[in-house]
């Protein structure tokens, strides 16, 4: 929860999402799973095939729209990004991940500006969107202003720091390292105004380690 855009699926994960689709073969919205799951291997044709068949079933699930604008945005086919674009609902425009993949495409067009204003509006959408984060700053400083880059920058950094404590951690097994991991994820919570979340680890890293007076104070 604390960083599901660096969620890696699993073979657990993988058999669950199998099992799921096994169990209501009528339902496409499992293959959500697999496809994601393919996308992450590198796998983006068995991917695409798959989100297609989700798509066409239920075009309003936006979800499925933007992993398969990812899948058709790594095969680097204009014409398909294009036609996938056509057909998004009217409801895409308020997802954030659609705006990212808008300006990957005209990045890679050599489009400096509309990227820039694309990953503007998934930011907008999601402050905490990794990606449009480093994309934007990446953007800013291309153009020439490095001063407007600096806040995506820094916020970006804070993700990656959230992210890389919160699913894989760095400190060595036992409950006091465990509870100072948690704090540190909770200081960096604060820094990006997800208050509620730096609570709910504060008070979790004091269920580890009773007496924590940083994390109590």
Known sequence: LAAPDGTILGPREFELAE??????????????????HWLQNAEIERAEAMLREVVAD?????EAQTLLGAAVLQLDDSEAFLKWHDQLPETADAHPEIWFL????VRNREQPQIAIRCFWEAVVRDPNHRRANYQLSQALVAAGKPEMAEHFTERF???????????????SSGSQLTA???YR????????????????????????????????Q
């Open 19 to 36: 099992s799921c689709r096994s169990s209501v073969p009528d339902d496409s919205l499992p293959m959500l799973g697999l496809a994601r």
């Open 102 to 105: 808008r300006g990957m495409w």
């Open 185 to 216: 994820v909770a200081h960096v919570m604060e820094n990006l105004g997800r208050l509620w979340e730096a609570v709910g680890w504060y008070r979790t890293a004091i269920k580890h380690q009773p007496q924590f007076p940083e994390a109590q």
């Open 58 to 62: 239920a075009p309003e699930v936006v």
């Open 157 to 171: 950094q804070d993700l990656e720091e959230v992210a890389r404590l919160a699913t894989r951690g760095n400190d």
């Open 180 to 182: 100072v991991t948690m």
